[in-house]
């Protein structure tokens, strides 16, 4: 439980404070050249059309390389993205992950009006009633993350992506927290319209 508080500190004081830039050894042109396969189901751009696959325009370098790593080494139980990520090298990893993140992402549609209020309260003061801290802490007033830590930026993400990876994280199908299981353990205290209501915020703010 210490180890968990702690992780969620340091998130707090370093949030949103740590440029993505030159953490990730990797070449944005050859990426690009790498790129062919990713644009079926991520965009030609990084933005997906489909919201069931989430957009990976402007997302953080270092969270792109360890998700990549975490479908290949099974942490992540993906069957579409491990045969993508199995057939990439280290050097792949990181050129396509420093491409993706220079490419701007696209605005998309607001969040439902009949949530707001209560996913605004569950993103930005988390619940007293099940001990659920704050998404803010670690992923910023305006979901831009940490690249630091390797928290990913979520602002304009497709709410029903992040609901599907919050399920995954409530029922243990997705593990990339790591040890400390910080995803995990705030997932599993949340209602399916908690998960709704935080998504649907989550996917209004840019």
């Known amino acids: 439980m210490k180890k968990k508080f702690a992780a969620l500190t340091m998130c707090v004081l370093i949030s949103g404070a740590v440029s993505a830039a030159g953490l990730v050894d990797g070449s944005a042109d050859a ?7 990713c644009a079926a189901c991520h965009g030609p751009d990084g933005n997906s059309v489909n919201p069931v696959w989430p957009s990976i325009a402007g997302q953080h370098p270092t969270y792109i390389v360890n998700q ?16 993508q990520a199995m057939m990439l090298t280290d050097e792949d990893m990181r050129d396509l992950a420093v491409y993706f993140s220079e490419l701007p992402a696209a605005t998309k549609v607001v969040a439902n009006p009949a949530t707001l209020d209560h996913g605004e309260r569950l993103y930005r003061g988390g619940s007293r009633e099940n001990n659920t801290p704050a998404c803010i802490a670690c992923h910023g007033p305006n979901g831009r993350g940490n690249p630091a830590a390797s928290v990913p ?8 992506y992040i609901a599907a990876q919050l399920r995954a994280y409530a ?27 935080v998504s649907s915020y989550v996917q209004g703010l840019q």
Request: aromatic fraction near 4%.
């Open 31 to 37: 990426g690009k050249a790498k790129a062919i396969t």
């Open 153 to 160: 930026t979520l602002k304009g993400q497709y709410a029903v």
């Open 171 to 197: 029922s243990g199908a997705r593990r990339s927290d790591g040890a400390t299981r910080v995803m995990r353990d705030i997932a599993a205290k949340l209602s399916e319209e908690d998960i709704v209501a």
């Open 68 to 83: 990549l790593q975490a479908f290949k080494n099974g942490t992540r139980n993906e069957p579409l993205m491990l045969g």
